[in-house]
């Protein structure tokens, strides 16, 4: 208190006395203090969390405890609570993850012992609560959420417990950085920048872009804004540039503020277009196009164009320049008498920049159509292929004039060789197809076509694959036949392409044909061997070729037998049932034998069994073997045939019924000995057994030579001649001597000289 050292009389206020009481009664006393200077007082022991009534009065009295003076006026005091306060919640530096929060807190005369914070986010529960370090704020809260609403409660405690302060009112925080943004669509003028929205569970007020220049090079301009929108996440921004580098960003906004920007995103508007695009020369199937070209161009150009179709302005396949003449471009390709317009854009690695105005309609001049389509071939037999074509109704193939019709052409590879192109026919614009006749078995064809428009006819196009017609009719095969073998054989197929061969064999039993066997072998392969035969037997053949395009036609068939065995002429330990007769000369000698040719006395396979000994024989041939070479002449020169039909049977008799032959052809004063063999349709069969022995007769030597006359002398002359040294011009012995007649011009030969 402030006390002026009240004094009574010349006495010294040597006391104080200090009475209080509670409101309610129920606490009250009285203290005494020191004087003099002293002007304070502790009142112990009050009743916490009451209102007191305190006066104060002084004596002069050294005893303490008599003779004060008045008191003074009442003072009102309240002792404090047990727990302790906190109120005054104040927030700062709100960002889109963060707040900074302040308090007021009381320890109500006791120490702080913790401070707790609750967080509530949107309409979840509060939390358990943070405890923070220190006793006091301000304080940081970390871990937010952008976009969000959070209320707080703050949590004092002392040594008696703890009290909350009142759940703050909501506090949002700011928008999240949006995402990097893309330009989707840029031009010379403008772009649209888009971006990802993250709203958090709040809506974002709206969305604010800023853009700056930017060479590349470190030169950037100041930002400026670039537009603002609500409710959407894309912009256009506009007012830009052409062929200029800009940087750009984009804000979020609630009504917390403003989020941190978002990545810069670069991006490079486009070039304007070019002016005074125009053409200057006009050709059947292309134009040559010049133009300004726009500021900051780099000569790369993408040029449009647009083709007439029936009224209607139809885009068609663009082109690309890079280099060269900087303002020129001839487009090619057009359709020939077609209508078209065209643009011109500049382009960079930034796209492709506005396009120019279109040119005045040009039209290209007419000509022949390009060249025709390639065929198709199917459908091949021996002598025709069927060939198709698609119709050609596209502009650019009849170089816009459409077609009128169509030329034919083939090309023939066969065995005779390979033809030049050979006109077929022309058709009309309407047919698709043809048959073509009359055509070369296995030979190769190729077809082409050519288009013909009012103009004319144009280039022929590709040719066909090469197809074969089927091969012909195999020629005859031919045949040798055995005992029990017949070797088949044959010519080549008259095809320019074999890939195989079949062959078809058939027996004959009891009088029956049976059915047709087949065997498939190489196109290499023109020898066939059939073992294990019956003997005189009837078996027939035919053969056919394949090429690529299939089988041909198949050969006539071919009759034969195999062989017969003269086996039976001789009789054992008996004599020889052949003798050759004695009228031997000195070219021939006569055969003769005994009985019939030897055949299968009887064959239980025919019905009804044969038991004629002479089997099918249709003659006989006899061979003449020299003794001293056993080397033996089939006589061929004498050879006749016995059959109509190939293989003709032939022989040098063909009466079956015969038991003697001359055989000529033999040399002058020689030994010789005869073997016969069997002749049926098969061919001669085995030899028999050689006869006996027998000498041609010698002769005189055969008709000289005209001898050479050389003149000498006025008196004489030299006659020279060729030895005569063939052993049958001979006459079969050595020559002993010459004799030379001469005469004179009208007389007659001398005698001779020897």
Same mark, same amino acid.
């Given at each position: 208190?402030?006390?002026?050292?009240?004094?009574?009389?010349n006495?010294t206020?040597?006391?104080?006395?200090?009475?209080?009481?509670?409101?309610?009664?129920?606490?009250?006393g009285?203290?005494?203090?020191?004087?003099?200077?002293?002007?304070?007082?502790?009142?112990?022991?009050?009743?916490?969390?009451?209102?007191?009534?305190?006066?104060?009065?002084?004596?002069?009295?050294?005893r303490?405890?008599?003779?004060?003076?008045?008191?003074?006026?009442?003072?009102?005091?309240?002792?404090?609570?047990?727990?302790?306060?906190?109120?005054?919640?104040?927030?700062?530096y709100?960002?889109?993850?963060?707040?900074?929060?302040n308090?007021?807190?009381?320890?109500?005369?006791?120490?702080?012992?913790?401070?707790?914070?609750?967080?509530?986010?949107?309409?979840? $529960?509060?939390?358990?609560?943070?405890?923070?370090?220190?006793?006091?704020?301000?304080?940081?809260?970390?871990?937010?959420?952008?976009?969000?609403?959070?209320?707080?409660?703050?949590?004092?405690?002392?040594?008696?417990?703890?009290r909350?302060?009142?759940?703050?009112d909501?506090?949002?925080?700011?928008?999240?950085?949006?995402?990097?943004?893309?330009?989707?669509?840029?031009?010379?003028?403008?772009?649209?920048?888009?971006?990802?929205?993250?709203?958090?569970?709040?809506?974002?007020?709206?969305y604010?872009?800023?853009?700056?220049?930017? $060479?590349?090079?470190?030169?950037?301009?100041?930002?400026?804004?670039g537009?603002?929108?609500?409710?959407?996440?894309?912009?256009?921004?506009?007012?830009?540039?052409d062929?200029?580098?800009y940087?750009?960003?984009?804000?979020a906004?609630?009504?917390?503020?403003?989020?941190?920007?978002?990545?810069?995103?670069?991006?490079?508007?486009?070039?304007?277009?070019?002016?005074?695009?125009?053409?200057t020369t006009?050709q059947?199937?292309?134009?040559?196009?010049?133009?300004?070209?726009?500021?900051?161009?780099?000569s790369r150009? =993408?040029?449009?164009?647009? =083709?007439?179709?029936?009224?209607?302005?139809?885009?068609?396949?663009?082109?690309?320049?890079?280099?060269?003449?900087?303002?020129?471009?001839?487009?090619?390709?057009?359709?020939?008498?077609?209508?078209?317009?065209?643009?011109v854009a500049?382009?960079?690695?930034?796209?492709?920049?506005?396009?120019?105005?279109?040119?005045?309609?040009?039209?290209t001049?007419?000509?022949?159509?390009?060249?025709?389509?390639?065929?198709?071939?199917?459908?091949?037999?021996? *002598?025709?292929?069927?060939?198709?074509?698609?119709?050609v109704?596209?502009?650019?193939?009849?170089?816009?004039?459409?077609?009128?019709?169509?030329?034919? &052409?083939a090309k023939?590879?066969?065995?005779?060789?390979?033809?030049?192109?050979?006109f077929?026919?022309?058709?009309?614009?309407?047919?698709?197809?043809?048959?073509?006749?009359?055509?070369?078995?296995?030979?190769?064809?190729?077809?082409?076509?050519?288009?013909?428009?009012?103009?004319?006819?144009?280039?022929?196009?590709?040719?066909?694959?090469?197809?074969?017609?089927?091969?012909?009719?195999?020629?005859?095969?031919?045949?040798?036949?055995?005992?029990?073998?017949?070797?088949?054989?044959?010519?080549?197929?008259?095809?320019?392409?074999?890939?195989?061969?079949?062959?078809?064999?058939?027996?004959?039993i009891?009088?029956?044909?049976?059915a047709?066997?087949e065997?498939?072998?190489?196109?290499?392969?023109?020898?066939q061997?059939?073992?294990?035969?019956?003997?005189?037997?009837?078996?027939?053949?035919?053969?056919?070729?394949?090429?690529?395009?299939?089988?041909?036609?198949?050969?006539?068939?071919?009759?034969?037998?195999?062989?017969?065995?003269?086996?039976?002429?001789?009789?054992?330990?008996?004599?020889?049932?052949?003798?050759?007769?004695?009228?031997?000369?000195?070219?021939?000698?006569t055969?003769?034998?005994?009985?019939?040719?030897?055949?299968?006395?009887?064959n239980?396979?025919?019905?009804?069994?044969?038991s004629?000994?002479?089997g099918?024989a249709?003659?006989?041939?006899?061979?003449?073997?020299?003794?001293?070479?056993?080397? +033996?002449?089939p006589?061929?020169?004498?050879l006749?045939? +016995?059959?109509?039909?190939?293989?003709?049977?032939?022989?040098?008799t +063909?009466?079956?019924?015969?038991?003697?032959?001359? =055989?000529?052809?033999?040399?002058?004063?020689?030994?010789?000995?005869?073997?016969?063999?069997?002749?049926?349709?098969?061919?001669?069969?085995?030899?028999?057994?050689?006869s006996?022995?027998?000498r041609?007769?010698?002769?005189?030597?055969?008709?000289?030579?005209?001898?050479t006359? *050389?003149?000498?002398s006025?008196? #004489?002359?030299r006659v020279?001649?060729?030895?005569?040294?063939?052993?049958?011009?001979?006459?079969?012995?050595?020559?002993?001597?010459?004799?030379?007649f001469?005469?004179?011009d009208?007389? #007659?030969?001398?005698d001779g &000289?020897?």
């Open positions: 208190w402030d006390f002026d050292g009240l004094r009574q009389g006495l206020i040597t006391g104080y006395r200090v009475t209080y009481a509670s409101n309610d009664g129920a606490v009250s009285t203290t005494y203090c020191a004087g003099g200077e002293i002007r304070s007082c502790t009142l112990n022991n009050l009743a916490l969390g009451k209102t007191f009534a305190i006066t104060i009065a002084g004596t002069n009295d050294p303490l405890e008599t003779n004060f003076g008045s008191e003074s006026d009442i003072l009102l005091v309240r002792t404090k609570e047990t727990l302790p306060t906190v109120g005054g919640l104040q927030f700062s709100t960002t889109a993850y963060k707040t900074t929060i308090w007021v807190a009381d320890g109500s005369g006791l120490p702080i012992t913790e401070i707790r914070i609750r967080i509530q986010l949107e309409s979840d $529960d509060f939390t358990d609560g943070l405890t923070i370090p220190g006793i006091s704020g301000p304080y940081t809260i970390t871990g937010l959420g952008p976009n969000l609403n959070y209320r707080f409660i703050v949590v004092v405690a002392n040594t008696q417990g703890f909350e302060s009142a759940p703050s909501p506090v949002l925080t700011l928008p999240a950085a949006v995402p990097l943004p893309a330009a989707v669509d840029v031009s010379s003028e403008y772009l649209m920048l888009s971006w990802l929205a993250w709203y958090g569970q709040n809506d974002v007020a709206s604010r872009v800023e853009a700056r220049e930017n $060479d590349g090079l470190g030169v950037v301009g100041p930002w400026f804004s537009g603002e929108v609500a409710g959407l996440t894309q912009l256009t921004v506009t007012g830009l540039l062929n200029k580098q940087d750009l960003r984009v804000f906004e609630n009504s917390a503020g403003v989020s941190n920007p978002s990545d810069l995103v670069v991006v490079k508007t486009l070039p304007a277009a070019p002016t005074l695009v125009r053409v006009v059947p199937s292309s134009v040559v196009l010049t133009w300004e070209p726009a500021e900051g161009s780099d150009y =993408r040029i449009f164009r647009q =083709r007439d179709d029936l009224g209607t302005w139809v885009d068609e396949p663009s082109y690309t320049k890079e280099g060269g003449e900087a303002d020129s471009f001839e487009p090619t390709g057009l359709v020939k008498g077609a209508s078209y317009r065209f643009q500049s382009y960079t690695e930034a796209g492709v920049g506005a396009r120019s105005i279109y040119t005045f309609p040009v039209s001049l007419k000509s022949v159509p390009l060249a025709g389509p390639t065929p198709a071939v199917s459908l091949p037999t021996t *002598t025709s292929l069927f060939v198709r074509w698609n119709r109704v596209s502009d650019v193939q009849t170089s816009g004039t459409p077609a009128t019709g169509y030329l034919l &052409e023939v590879r066969s065995l005779s060789g390979t033809s030049d192109w050979i077929v026919q022309q058709f009309t614009a309407g047919q698709t197809d043809y048959s073509a006749g009359s055509l070369e078995s296995g030979a190769a064809y190729q077809f082409r076509l050519a288009i013909i428009n009012e103009i004319g006819a144009g280039p022929f196009g590709t040719p066909s694959a090469e197809t074969l017609t089927l091969p012909g009719p195999m020629p005859l095969p031919t045949q040798q036949a055995f005992l029990t073998t017949i070797l088949l054989s044959w010519e080549p197929a008259p095809s320019v392409s074999v890939t195989s061969y079949r062959v078809y064999s058939r027996v004959r009891g009088g029956v044909w049976q047709w066997n065997q498939i072998v190489p196109p290499t392969t023109f020898l061997k059939f073992d294990g035969l019956l003997k005189d037997n009837q078996y027939s053949y035919k053969i056919a070729a394949r090429n690529p395009s299939g089988w041909g036609a198949d050969s006539a068939i071919l009759d034969t037998r195999t062989a017969i065995a003269p086996d039976l002429w001789t009789v054992e330990n008996a004599v020889s049932k052949m003798a050759v007769l004695d009228r031997t000369t000195s070219s021939s000698g055969l003769f034998w005994f009985g019939p040719a030897s055949g299968p006395e009887q239980p396979i025919e019905v009804p069994p044969r004629s000994l002479r099918s249709l003659g006989y041939q006899i061979y003449a073997c020299r003794a001293s070479s056993q080397t +033996c002449d006589g061929e020169e004498y006749v045939s +016995c059959s109509s039909a190939f293989p003709y049977a032939l022989a040098h +063909c009466d079956q019924t015969a038991m003697e032959y001359e =055989r000529f052809g033999l040399r002058k004063n020689t030994e010789y000995y005869f073997q016969l063999a069997v002749v049926n349709t098969g061919g001669p069969g085995p030899l028999s057994r050689p006996e022995t027998f041609t007769l010698a002769s005189y030597p055969d008709v000289m030579a005209t001898p006359v *050389t003149p000498v006025t008196s #004489s002359i020279t001649w060729p030895a005569v040294t063939e052993w049958s011009a001979r006459g079969g012995l050595d020559i002993t001597s010459y004799i030379l001469k005469r004179e009208g007389g #007659s030969y001398d &000289e020897i």
